[in-house]
Every structure is written in structure tokens, then in C-alpha cells.
């Protein structure tokens, strides 16, 4: 038997995505106060905005509000990206972190899909039975 989410923080997807923000944070932190103010701001919150409309479709009544704001948060995802290959191409990561990076944003974004496939799915189903 499926285990019943009751909450969105015990979702896969979303703890991963927190993860992906706390570990962007961590490394923007470190950066000079001119990168941080800039491109540094704008990669921390579209990392964040992943996470937060998971949480906020989560909250939302109707299934179908819920998957938008999952849609919401692949597009933060595309945009953490852009952001991530601009701080690359500005000497800002090292190629650790970008491989780093690279692996969370490469598990997150299936999961975000398989995610968004699923919800409202059990719904549909016991219409089914």
C-alpha cells in the first residue's frame, strides 16, 4: 500500500529541491559582495522559488492549481539553471560545485516531471473504482 503525503515536506522532490537552495546558498555566500547583490540574488531565489511552489501548490484546493504551481517550479528550475551557467561563465563556481549542481538539477528535473504527471492521479483512479 502507498504511503498516505501528508504534508509537502515529506515529498522527495521537495526535499530535494530544498536541498539544491541550502547548497546554491552556501556557495553564493562566499562570493564578493558585487556578485552576491547581483546575479548571486537572482540564482538564490529562482533555486528557492523551486522548492516554495512545491509547497504552495501543495496548499492549493484543487489538484489542478497544485500542478500549475509544480509547472511554476520547473520553470524556477530552467531559470536556476541560466543562472548557474552564468555564474560558470563569470568565474563565480568552481567545477566541483558545478558538478555538484549539475547531478541535483539532473535528479530534479524527472522528479519534478514524474511529480507533476502524478498529481491528482489517485483522484482520477478511484473515479475509476
Known amino acids: 500500500m ?4 501528508e504534508s509537502f515536506e515529506d515529498l522527495d522532490v521537495y526535499r ?7 547548497r546554491i546558498w552556501d556557495i553564493v555566500s562566499s562570493w564578493p ?3 552576491q547583490n547581483s546575479l548571486g540574488y537572482q540564482l538564490v531565489k529562482s533555486a528557492d522559488s523551486i522548492g516554495a511552489n512545491i509547497a504552495e501548490g501543495f496548499g492549493r484546493f484543487h489538484f489542478a492549481e497544485n500542478r500549475q504551481f509544480v509547472r511554476i517550479s520547473r520553470g524556477s528550475l530552467y531559470e536556476t539553471r541560466h543562472w ?3 555564474a560558470y561563465k563569470r568565474n563565480l563556481l568552481k567545477e566541483a560545485e ?13 522528479r519534478l516531471n514524474a511529480y507533476i504527471r502524478s498529481i491528482g492521479r489517485d483522484r482520477k483512479q478511484m473515479a475509476n473504482d
Open 2 to 5: 502507498k504511503k498516505k503525503v
Open 16 to 22: 530535494l529541491a530544498e536541498n539544491l537552495g541550502d
Open 33 to 35: 559582495n558585487f556578485a
Open 84 to 86: 548557474l551557467r552564468r
Open 98 to 110: 558545478v558538478r555538484e549542481l549539475r547531478e541535483l538539477l539532473d535528479e530534479l528535473a524527472p
